[in-house]
C-alpha cells in the first residue's frame, strides 16, 4: 500500500510540475543605429518584456521611447557609454505620429524600472518621465534643456532618483508629484544630485514620503520647493526630509529677457490684476507643506531667504495648503559669514508647529506686527495662538506685504530689486552664474 501511495504521489506531483507555466529567462537586446537588429530603443522595448535588459550603444538616438503596461515590470534601458552623453536622446526637432517628441523616455503603468547612463536633452516636455508606478530607478542621467522637467516621477509608490545632473529645465530638473497616501509608506529617495541653471531645482507638488540628501542645488530660481496646490492630486505634501544637501547660490533670475530658461509655468495665481509667481532668490520654499523636516545642510549665498515657509491663503480650494508641522534644524547658515543669505530665514505666520533650532546663523525676516517668538518659534514649538495662526491665513505684513508685494512683482524679474546682492566667495567645481544687465531698479 505503501510503495502504491508513494508512486501516486509521485505521479500527482510531476504532474503538477508539469501544469505549472515555465518562467519566461530573462533577455537582452542590444541597440544599435548600425548592423543591429534592434536600431532604435522603441523597437528594443516592444520586443521586451518582464525583468529583461535593453543595453544601448552610444549614438544620439531622435525618437521618444514609451515603456507602457505591467508586461514591461523590471526592464532595464541602460546606456553603454562611458559617460550620459554617450547615448543622448535628442529631442530637437524630433517628431512622432503625434506630433514634436514629448517626452525621452516616458514609462507608464510599469513597475521597477531601472533606466541608466543615458542624457535626454530639448524635449518639449520631460526628460525622463514615469508615471502610476511602483518602484522605480532612474540613475546616472543628464536631463538637459526640457521644456519642463528633468526627472519627473508621478503618481508613484516608492523609487530613486541617484547620481544624475539637471540644468536648462523651464520648471524643475527633479520632480516627485502627487504622491498617494500610505498607511505604511514607501520612501522615495533623491540623493546625489546636481540641479542647478533650472526655474526649480527640485519640486514636488503634493509629494510626500520623499528624501533629498547628499545633492547640491544651485544657480536655480529657487534650490528645493516642496508645495500644494490644486492642479494635482494627493493634497497636501507632506512627510519629506531635506538633508546632508548643499543649496546654495539660488539667484537665477529667469524673467530677464536674456535669460537662456523661460519658465513653462504661468504663474501660481492672481492676486487682483497681479499674477504670483515663485519667489526668485531662495534656497528652501515650503509652499503649503506639513510635516517637512530641513536639517543638516548647507543653506548660503541667497539674495532673499535661505528657508521660507508661508501657506496659500487666496487660491487653494478646500484650505489645504497649509505650512505646519515644518522643522528647520542643524543647519549651516550663510558659510560662516563669507556667503551670507540676504536673510537666513522667513515665515509669513500662518500654519502651526512650525519650529527652528540649533542652526548656525539665524537671521529672521521681521514683521512690525508679530514678535519673533511667534514668527520663528524654538523646537518644539508650543501651540497656536502662542506661534503660528492656525490657518492658511498669517501675518498681515509677511504674508500680504512682504511676501505678497515680492511675488506679484511687475514685471515680476523685478524681484531682484529687492535682493541684498555681493559677490560669492569661490568654491572648487563651482562658479556662480551671472545674467547681466539686471532689471532697471527705482
Known amino acids: 500500500m505503501k510503495s502504491r501511495?508513494?508512486?501516486?504521489?509521485?505521479?500527482?506531483?510531476?504532474?503538477?510540475?508539469?501544469?505549472?507555466?515555465?518562467?519566461?529567462?530573462?533577455?537582452?537586446?542590444?541597440?544599435?543605429?548600425?548592423?543591429?537588429?534592434?536600431?532604435?530603443?522603441?523597437?528594443?522595448?516592444?520586443?521586451?518584456?518582464?525583468?529583461?535588459?535593453?543595453?544601448?550603444?552610444?549614438?544620439?538616438?531622435?525618437?521618444?521611447v514609451v515603456v507602457h503596461g505591467h508586461q514591461h515590470d523590471g526592464?532595464?534601458?541602460?546606456?553603454?557609454?562611458?559617460?550620459?552623453?554617450?547615448?543622448?536622446?535628442q529631442g530637437k526637432n524630433t517628431h512622432t505620429k503625434h506630433g514634436l517628441a514629448q517626452n525621452g523616455i516616458e514609462a507608464g503603468s510599469v513597475n521597477n524600472l531601472h533606466v541608466k547612463n543615458m542624457k535626454a536633452t530639448n524635449y518639449v516636455a520631460n526628460g525622463f518621465f514615469f508615471h502610476d508606478c511602483k518602484g522605480y530607478e532612474m540613475?546616472?542621467?543628464?536631463?538637459?534643456?526640457n521644456r519642463s522637467y528633468g526627472l519627473f516621477a508621478f503618481n508613484c509608490v516608492g523609487g530613486r532618483m541617484t547620481n544624475s545632473v539637471g540644468y536648462g529645465q523651464g520648471d524643475s530638473a527633479y520632480y516627485v508629484g502627487a504622491t498617494p497616501f500610505q498607511k505604511n509608506p514607501k520612501w522615495t529617495s533623491l540623493d546625489h544630485l546636481d540641479g542647478h541653471v533650472n526655474v526649480l531645482g527640485y519640486s514636488g507638488t503634493n509629494s510626500k514620503y520623499v528624501n533629498i540628501h547628499d545633492s547640491a542645488f544651485y544657480n536655480n530660481g529657487v534650490g528645493v520647493v516642496?508645495?500644494?496646490?490644486?492642479?494635482?492630486?494627493?493634497?497636501?505634501?507632506?512627510?519629506?526630509?531635506?538633508e546632508h544637501n548643499m543649496i546654495?547660490?539660488?539667484?537665477?533670475?529667469?524673467?530677464?529677457?536674456?535669460?537662456?530658461v523661460k519658465t513653462v509655468s504661468g504663474g501660481l495665481g492672481q492676486i487682483g490684476d497681479l499674477t504670483v509667481n515663485y519667489p526668485t532668490g531662495v534656497g528652501v520654499a515650503l509652499?503649503?507643506?506639513?510635516?517637512?523636516?530641513?536639517?543638516?545642510?548647507?543653506?548660503?549665498?541667497?539674495?532673499?531667504?535661505?528657508?521660507?515657509?508661508?501657506?496659500?491663503?487666496?487660491?487653494?480650494?478646500?484650505?489645504?495648503?497649509?505650512?505646519?508641522?515644518?522643522?528647520?534644524?542643524d543647519n549651516t547658515m550663510g558659510r560662516g559669514g563669507s556667503d551670507t543669505n540676504a536673510v537666513d530665514f522667513f515665515s509669513d505666520g500662518s500654519?502651526?508647529?512650525?519650529?527652528?533650532?540649533?542652526?548656525?546663523?539665524?537671521?529672521?525676516?521681521?514683521?512690525?506686527?508679530?514678535?519673533?517668538?511667534?514668527?520663528?518659534?524654538?523646537?518644539?514649538?508650543?501651540?497656536?495662538?502662542?506661534?503660528?495662526?492656525?490657518?492658511?491665513?498669517?501675518?498681515?505684513?509677511q504674508q500680504f506685504g512682504d511676501l505678497a508685494t515680492y511675488v506679484t512683482a511687475n514685471p515680476p524679474e523685478k524681484q531682484q530689486c529687492s535682493w541684498t546682492i555681493h559677490a560669492h566667495a569661490t568654491i572648487k567645481h563651482y562658479n556662480p552664474l551671472l545674467i547681466t544687465p539686471g532689471p532697471s531698479c527705482p
Open 5 to 64: 501511495f508513494l508512486a501516486v504521489a509521485a505521479a500527482v506531483g510531476a504532474f503538477a510540475v508539469l501544469a505549472v507555466p515555465a518562467q519566461a529567462k530573462p533577455q537582452t537586446f542590444k541597440v544599435c543605429q548600425h548592423g543591429y537588429k534592434y536600431r532604435t530603443i522603441q523597437s528594443a522595448v516592444k520586443a521586451s518584456g518582464k525583468n529583461d535588459t535593453i543595453k544601448v550603444k552610444p549614438g544620439t538616438y531622435k525618437e521618444a
Open 287 to 329: 509652499f503649503g507643506s506639513d510635516g517637512w523636516k530641513v536639517r543638516e545642510n548647507k543653506i548660503f549665498g541667497n539674495f532673499k531667504w535661505g528657508v521660507a515657509l508661508f501657506s496659500d491663503p487666496l487660491g487653494n480650494e478646500g484650505h489645504d495648503a497649509v505650512s505646519m508641522n515644518n522643522q528647520i534644524t
Open 248 to 260: 546654495f547660490w539660488n539667484d537665477f533670475n529667469y524673467f530677464l529677457p536674456n535669460s537662456p
Open 226 to 242: 516642496p508645495n500644494t496646490l490644486d492642479s494635482e492630486p494627493f493634497e497636501p505634501n507632506g512627510t519629506g526630509i531635506i
Open 351 to 397: 500654519g502651526s508647529f512650525n519650529c527652528f533650532s540649533g542652526n548656525q546663523s539665524s537671521t529672521f525676516d521681521p514683521s512690525p506686527s508679530a514678535t519673533n517668538a511667534f514668527l520663528y518659534p524654538s523646537c518644539p514649538a508650543p501651540a497656536p495662538p502662542a506661534s503660528g495662526t492656525g490657518s492658511d491665513t498669517g501675518n498681515t505684513d
Open 139 to 145: 540613475r546616472n542621467l543628464v536631463a538637459a534643456y
Open 75 to 89: 526592464l532595464s534601458i541602460i546606456g553603454t557609454g562611458k559617460s550620459p552623453g554617450a547615448v543622448t536622446l
